[in-house]
């Protein structure tokens, strides 16, 4: 038999099945009656008042609703009432009735005594079913602990593994095969094989196979079994960590190049996170106030994983900070004023869009690619021209970079 669960057993009692008398049941003559009083101490549970549709008890029960038959339903569920009443299951009931009977309810009254008799039937059979469930649980547990074996499949392979360690005046033995594999099904594969492990590390064997025997029964083995647990721990512990310090890395090399971002002026970084946020936004496909707030949530780490897969970005700010310092410092006032500084977007993008259609003209060919070349030459002078450093030659030497 199998144990009765703790979930089922409280079922039963929430529901209110453990209320109910056989003898009592069995006494009512009825059928009808009988089910009716069972779905009665059901609904009311310790009400001593219950109203309930005639309609839904008959569809319960059940009994014919169709028009010609219910008036003898009526009068069936009437009588029923009645015995219930006469056996004092109930103290009284009351047909309401304003249009139709399917339409109507019924009535039913109960007295005090009612619930005690309730209660005291419920803690008994409460009682006895807590014995049942204890007293088979621990039989349960009893036969199980004792029929406890571990599960293993012996095949060949396994059981020639096991005798490959042990040593050789043991290999020798015509015994030794279904000595390893009775015990491989008594004691499981990690103790038998730590026992041939234990029984190679001897020395001046006279009878391997009875040593083998009381490895086994004495668990003199244990210690092995121990020690190679605690080595996968120690790996496993040691790849976590591993995994820890990788994290770790990652987690400063990001803080770094945050550093780098936040060390550019206001507007360059402004036009940086512009980027990252429209990259952001194609690979969502949708811009909505979610994706706005996921965003802000992950900036940073968005942030930092655009500046990693563009390192020309950091090397380019540089390169134009260096530059700028160049022209304010070691150039006169002639070199500067011979310089062109691009500051305009709208002449920007012509002059590279002019530039670029100029090229495909006198070469005679199209470009393949020519709105990911465009992306790049843009992404290459972005930070020159947001710190409004960017000069005409520097621009058509980007350019000239990527159509090459």
């Excluded at 049941?25 to 059928?31: A, E, K, N, P, R």
Aim: hydrophobic residues 35%; contains cysteine; aromatic residues 10%.
């Amino acid at each position: 038999m199998e144990i009765i669960s703790k979930s089922y057993l409280s079922l039963l009692v929430k529901r209110g099945y453990l209320v109910y008398d056989s003898n009592i049941l069995l006494d009512i003559h009825s059928s009808i009656a009988r089910t009716l009083y069972m779905l009665l101490e059901k609904i009311r549970f310790d009400e001593l008042y219950v109203r309930e549709s005639i309609f839904a008890l008959i569809k319960k029960i059940p009994l014919k609703y169709e028009k010609k038959s219910l008036p003898v339903t009526i009068k069936t569920l009437e009588k029923a009432f009645n015995e219930l009443k006469s056996r004092k299951l109930i103290k009284g009931f009351n047909f309401l009735k304003e249009t139709t009977w399917l339409e109507a309810d019924v009535e039913v009254y109960y007295d005090e005594n009612h619930n005690v008799l309730k209660k005291e039937r419920f803690e008994e059979d409460n009682n006895e079913l807590k014995n049942i469930y204890n007293s088979l649980a621990i039989s349960y547990t009893e036969k199980n602990v004792k029929e406890f074996k571990p599960k293993i499949i012996v095949n060949d392979e396994i059981i020639n593994e096991i005798i490959q360690i042990m040593p050789e005046k043991a290999k020798k033995l015509k015994s030794i095969y279904k000595t390893v594999k009775d015990n491989l099904e008594k004691y499981g594969y990690e103790k038998v094989k730590a026992a041939s492990v234990y029984l190679a590390g001897q020395k001046k064997l006279t009878s391997p196979r009875a040593y083998f025997l009381k490895i086994l029964e004495n668990n003199w083995a244990d210690d092995i079994i121990e020690t190679k647990s605690m080595t996968k721990q120690n790996t496993l512990l040691s790849t976590l960590e591993t995994k820890d310090s990788i994290n770790e890395k990652n987690q400063e090399y990001r803080d770094f190049l945050f550093s780098e971002f936040e060390k550019f002026p206001i507007d360059v970084q402004n036009g940086i996170e512009s980027y990252v946020y429209v990259e952001y936004i194609n690979l969502c496909g949708m811009e909505t106030k979610i994706q706005k707030i996921a965003f802000q949530g992950s900036r940073k780490k968005l942030i930092c994983d655009y500046l990693q897969k563009h390192p020309e970005i950091l090397s380019s700010t540089e390169n134009n900070l260096i530059e700028k310092k160049q022209f304010t410092e070691p150039f006169g006032e002639d070199k500067k004023e011979n310089l062109i500084f691009l500051t305009d977007k709208e002449k920007l993008k012509n002059y590279i869009n002019e530039y670029i259609t100029l090229y495909e003209e006198l070469v005679d060919t199209k470009i393949e690619s020519l709105e990911e070349i465009k992306k790049k030459i843009i992404l290459d002078c972005m930070t020159s021209f947001l710190s409004k450093t960017l000069t005409l030659e520097k621009l058509e030497e980007i350019i000239r970079k990527h159509l090459m």
